[in-house]
């Protein structure tokens, strides 16, 4: 069974920064594409940033120049620097690992942590 586990969620004024982490086990980060992911109630679940297993970064519209995705596989945790942050980016985020093989996808979600941006 693989697990996910994210921290680093809070409450920060707007403006401010926070710091997301994920730790998995060491064969996902070994070749996974690790991603963020955020929810908001009603909503479905949008892709914030990801990063192969390479280290090529890929960032929403919304957070690019703000969020910086990283990954130390070394340490099998993969990070999410949030700064700038605005109320928008308020939301539950999810840590994901993916691999895509020819004809199935491999998948795992952590269970979330909250960020609320609010003053």
């Known amino acids: 069974q693989v697990r996910l586990v994210e921290s680093g969620g809070g409450l920060v004024q707007p403006g401010g920064s926070l710091r997301l982490s994920c730790a998995g086990p060491t064969h996902i980060f070994r070749s996974y594409t690790m991603g963020w992911y955020r929810q908001t109630p009603g909503k479905q679940r949008d892709l914030v940033a990801s990063?192969?297993?390479?280290?090529?970064?890929n960032y929403d519209d919304s957070v690019k120049g703000r969020f910086t995705i990283s990954r130390d596989n070394a340490k099998t945790t993969m990070y999410l620097q949030m700064n700038s942050l605005k109320p928008a980016d308020t939301a539950d985020y999810y840590c994901?690992?993916?691999?895509?093989?020819?004809?199935?996808?491999?998948?795992?979600w952590g269970e979330g942590t909250q960020v609320t941006v609010s003053s």
């Open positions: 994901n690992a993916r691999f895509v093989y020819p004809s199935d996808v491999d998948e795992y």
């Open positions: 990063i192969t297993s390479g280290g090529l970064a």
